[in-house]
């Protein structure tokens, strides 16, 4: 017997306009009037830059300014730079390339409400027949589901910074959901049209981060079709895996044909994703437990509810499709060797949409504990956030300012009208939907999640825009960049150094610091980046022929241990 039992009163969807509201309240915010921060954040847009200012060969190998970024895929990179080439001169060249960022944000969370849709209009997920009728029709039932799914998405903490990221993990998710999309209208239609476009998909995500997740989740999804649909296993080998090696194969052979700096890319690139697969061990098991619970909350509950609710219809597409998904990735996430939280962000769009499949079975005491437990937590946060900014505003309460500005040694505070009333705005919303969700008891199906998804938003809005300065303060190198670039001459020079990703990206844009390129002779600069806490700068300083004298050294003043250091060349 099914699970579900519920009136067409409890399938009232979402406004569209309410939808799209929330989504560009998510997204918008981050986005605007920030620098690239030191995360993944400023290598991915370093790669980008670098690309639009560049010729065929730096957007055949993902690089930053001389530094190879071989387990880096191109084509995230390629769409940041196409933005950046048409809007880099009227918006500038950083917020450019965060427009590719907001149209992957959006082909993900389209993917997820349509692959939902699907699915939760088949018969095997249609609610119980009531004795006098009244049941809801499988569209509006769908839609219901959908707009839970898209909630539930949103909510999940783990995608909030990584969504907001010029980085291929952003559209890799997108990807990723999109692929669940397709192979929903393959189920559906078994046309050779969908098996193209999953296949497609799978190829993009080759070109995107790497073979090792796609190749997971088509033998994923080979083992669920030929279990469930022979036809659709047949249209996954005949078809989309064509297609996927096409797609990748062209990327592959461009760079065959026209070696990039003279050199072979490929066994790098290959090398790195030999290098994400290994045996799994005890460790990462603790990882994947420990950090998983947060990052993907509060997706798994519900999804760990709709597989014991549905465990006698255990063969339901709805049921099946996100669990090999989920399982190809967790596989995955087992034997990667590596402690990042880029092997945890394929697990969200299957939990979000296996999770909407839960919200109809959950008893009305577990959803007023989900309820209870987000306005309480997200009320405290946004709270103190409140709190914080008030403190850092006027001092009082002494304690806290006291505790902000030791984050951020020589931080100026600035009021900014406009990000204060956007940030009023916004908690007069979160009380008004809170007042809504407890004095109407709404019996829709998206109420258990529809605050904690709008908790989030208010904490991660009243973020970037009442600590937003604070925050990029913290995160951005312009002004060590600026300071490395006035000890340096106008033109005409080179720097060879060891730092990393992000800090290379950081300088050459905003310094516009010239280092090697690639098989680039003798430079008469060099600049080092150590840690304070240890005293290694003299033995990283022989790793570099000849003779040296120190013209800079700083650091960021939010950062007490890592350090940088200018030399000239003194022989």
């Not at 406004?15 to 921060?37: F, H, K, M, Q």
């Not at 300012?401 to 009208?417: R, S, T, V």
């Not at 208010?458 to 300065?469: A, Y």
Request: hydrophobic residues 50%; contains cysteine; charged residues 15%.
């Amino acid at each position: 017997m099914k699970p579900v039992r519920l009136p067409a009163s409890a399938t009232s969807a979402l406004p569209r306009w309410g939808l799209v509201a929330l989504c560009l309240l998510y997204i918008l915010p981050g986005l605007i009037r920030r620098d690239p921060w030191k995360t993944d954040d400023a290598a991915g847009f370093g790669i980008m830059w670098t690309m639009a200012h560049g010729g065929l060969q730096d957007w055949l190998w993902p690089h930053i300014v001389g530094l190879p970024m071989p387990e880096k895929g191109p084509l995230a990179f390629w769409i940041g730079a196409i933005f950046i080439k048409l809007f880099g001169g009227l918006l500038g060249d950083a917020l450019a390339a965060r427009i590719s960022t907001i149209g992957f944000f959006l082909i993900g969370s389209l993917s997820v409400w349509y692959a939902t849709y699907l699915l939760g209009r088949r018969p095997e997920a249609q609610p119980l027949r009531l004795a006098f009728g009244g049941q809801p029709e499988p569209k509006d039932f769908g839609r219901t589901l959908a707009d839970g799914a898209l909630l539930i998405y949103l909510g999940c903490l783990g995608l909030l910074l990584h969504s907001h990221e010029t980085s291929a993990e952003a559209l890799q998710i997108s990807l990723l959901a999109f692929a669940l999309y397709a192979t929903a209208r393959l189920f559906e239609s078994h046309s050779m049209r969908a098996a193209m476009t999953l296949g497609i998909t799978l190829g993009l995500l080759v070109l995107t981060r790497g073979w090792l997740v796609p190749a997971a989740l088509w033998i994923a999804l080979l083992v669920l079709s030929a279990v469930r649909e022979k036809l659709v296993a047949l249209r996954l080998v005949l078809i989309s895996l064509p297609c996927g090696l096409i797609v990748t194969a062209a990327w592959l052979l461009a760079r065959h044909l026209v070696p990039p700096f003279n050199e072979s890319m490929s066994a790098g690139w290959m090398a790195w994703n030999i290098d994400q697969f290994n045996w799994p061990s005890w460790d990462r098991l603790v990882y994947l437990l420990k950090y998983g619970i947060w990052f993907t909350w509060p997706a798994w509950p519900f999804a760990g509810w709709a597989v014991y609710a549905w465990r006698k219809q255990h063969k339901a597409l709805h049921i099946t499709l996100p669990l090999a998904f989920i399982a190809a990735f967790t596989v995955l996430g087992l034997f990667n060797p590596h402690s990042e939280e880029g092997i945890l962000l394929p697990l969200l769009p299957p939990l979000a949409m296996l999770a909407a499949f839960g919200l109809p079975t959950m008893k009305r005491g577990a959803i007023n504990a989900v309820d209870w437990f987000s306005v309480m937590t997200l009320t405290m946060c946004a709270a103190f956030i409140w709190v914080g900014w008030i403190a850092k505003q006027t001092g009082w309460p002494a304690q806290i300012a006291k505790n902000a500005f030791k984050l951020a040694p020589g931080f100026k505070p600035e009021f900014n009208l406009i990000a204060m009333l956007i940030a009023a705005s916004a908690t007069i919303g979160w009380i008004l939907l809170v007042h809504w969700r407890i004095s109407r008891h709404p019996s829709v199906l998206w109420r258990a999640v529809v605050l904690s998804s709008g908790g989030v938003i208010l904490c991660w809005l009243l973020l970037m825009t009442l600590w937003l300065p604070w925050i990029n303060y913290g995160k951005s190198y312009a002004g060590v960049a600026d300071q490395i670039a006035s000890k340096l001459p106008p033109a005409g020079y080179c720097v060879n150094t060891n730092i990393g990703p992000a800090q290379r990206a950081s300088f050459a844009y905003f310094g516009q610091v010239d280092f090697a390129e690639f098989n680039q002779g003798r430079c008469d600069f060099l600049l080092l980046q150590d840690s304070m806490s240890k005293k290694n700068s003299a033995q990283i300083l022989k790793e570099f022929n000849g003779r040296w004298q120190l013209l800079w050294e700083g650091r960021r003043p939010s950062d007490r241990d890592e350090r940088f250091r200018l030399y000239r060349r003194a022989d």
